[in-house]
């Protein structure tokens, strides 16, 4: 079984220089809210998974439920990875966006990048996600 690890290589050809760097405290903070967003899609709990959605995309899915369900029909890495791994996280285009290595249910790899939203209470939610395959490497 081919490791996590081999996918970093074709990483460096995705990773763009950021404009601006991701404070320490706010990067703990970022990957605290997509683990605990990927351990509630473990266990299935459409609520707590739903709450650590941005408003945005709260109103595109006005429901847990609907929630859920897009979640679990187009983000199966997400919804059910085999491994998860941070990479950095950065400001790009004006948006915080964290790099989140998985290896889907299906054991093909992929790159999530997490758009971060700061809510006005300070709370970070996210945005949206947008899934990457990275091609296969031989290990």
Do not use: C, K, N
């Not at 945005?56 to 491994?83: C, E, K, N, S």
């Amino acid at each position: 079984m081919r490791h996590l690890a081999t996918v970093l290589a074709p990483l460096a050809v995705l990773a763009m220089p950021a404009a601006a760097a991701v404070s320490p405290a706010d990067r703990t903070a970022i990957e605290g809210v997509i683990a605990a967003q990927i351990e509630a899609f473990g266990r299935d709990d459409a609520a707590a998974a739903y709450g650590f959605a941005a408003p945005g995309i709260q109103a595109l899915f006005p429901t847990p439920d609907l929630f859920m369900h897009m979640v679990r029909t187009g983000y199966a890495p997400v919804y059910r990875p085999q491994a998860v791994r941070f990479a950095e996280a950065a400001v790009e285009a004006g948006a915080v966006v964290q790099r989140v290595l998985l290896r889907g249910p299906d054991g093909r790899a992929h790159l999530a990048l997490y758009t971060m939203e700061r809510q006005a209470d300070g709370a970070w939610r996210i945005a949206a996600v947008v899934l990457v395959a990275l091609p296969e490497t031989g290990a």
